[in-house]
C-alpha cells in the first residue's frame, strides 16, 4: 500500500450508507484501498485510471488529493507558472538541439577555407541557424564550388557543422628565396616551423612587430657568414580584444549570448591564416545598455605571425 502511494493513488470522499457504497463497488468491480468508514462519511484510495469510473458510479464522491509522484505532476501541470516553465525548457531544448552555432571549416589553402565561409554566408548561412539536412547543403556548396573545391564533406556535431575539404590542385614551381622572416606584430614565439633559415629567437620569447625570427645568414665551419635560404612560418601568441553588439530583443539570453560569441569568433579569425586557431577566449563583458547588448572578448590567438 506505501508503494502504491507513493507512486501515486486518487483519494476520494463520499457521504453515503457504507452497505449501498460496498454494493455500488462491488457491481463496479472497483479496486479499493485504506477504506475508512466514519457515521455516513466513507474515504478510500484508487487507481489514477479509475477517476472516470468513480465519477460515473459514485457521482457525489469528492477528489481529496492524489498522492505520491504522479499526484506531484499532475499538480504541477495545472499550475501557470510550472506549466509555462516546463514549455519554455522544452522549446528552449528544442532551439538550442536544432541550431548551428558554430560553422569549423578544414583542409588545405588559405584563399579555398575564405572562399567557403564567403559562399556559406551568400547563401544566407550566417550562425546561429537552423540545422538543415548536411547532404542538401553539401551538394549546393559542392555546386557553387565546382571549379575550386575537388572533394567536400559536412559532418554535425552537437551544435556545429564541421566542413573538411580538398582544394583543386594547379601544378606551381616552388621559387626559394632569401628574405628574412620579419614579425608582422607582438607575440610570445610558440613553435617554429622552418625547412631553411637560420632562427634567431627562441620558443617563449617574446618579440616585436619589425624583429627578424629567422635570418638569411649563418656563420659556416670557418665562422664566415653564408647566405642562406629561408623559408618556414614561426608561431607566437598574440592577443586581441574583440567588441560586438547586438540589439536586445526578445530572444532567449542563451541565444542572445551564443550569437554575439560566434560574431566575436567569426571577427577575431577572419584573418587567420592556415594553423592559425583561438588559444584562449576569456569574456571579459556581457551587459545591456540603452537596448544595445555588448560583449566584449580578450583572445589569446596562436598564430603565423610572418605571413603578411
Known sequence: MKARKKLGLDKWKVQMDASAFLHICKQG????YD??????????????????????????????TTTG?????????????????VVAAILIWYGLSSTIFEVTIKGEKDESRILIQKTLKQMGYTTPFHHQDENKLKEALKKKLENEIAWLEIEKRGSRYIITY?????????????RELIAKQDGVIARFDIQHGNKV??????VHKGDVL???VIADSKSKNQEVYVKGRVFAYTWRDVTVSMDDTKMPKAFQYFELLMAARAQVSQDFHKDDKIHKENILQ??????????VIHYTLLQDITTP
Not at 468491480?29 to 479499493?32: C, H, I, P, T, W
Not at 466513507?42 to 465519477?55: D, M, N, P
Open 29 to 32: 468491480n472497483l479496486e479499493l
Open 35 to 64: 477504506i475508512t468508514i466514519h457515521q455516513r462519511e466513507i474515504q478510500f484510495y484508487t487507481s489514477v485510471l479509475q477517476r472516470h469510473t468513480i465519477y460515473r458510479l459514485l457521482p457525489k464522491a469528492v477528489l481529496l
Open 69 to 85: 509522484m504522479l499526484g506531484y505532476l499532475l499538480r504541477s501541470m495545472v499550475k501557470p507558472a510550472r506549466l509555462l516553465s
Open 166 to 178: 580538398t582544394p583543386k590542385e594547379f601544378a606551381t614551381l616552388e621559387t626559394l628565396h632569401h
Open 201 to 206: 629567437h627562441k620558443v617563449n620569447e617574446f
Open 214 to 216: 629567422v635570418s638569411n
Open 286 to 295: 556581457f551587459s545591456k545598455d540603452m537596448g544595445k547588448i555588448k560583449m
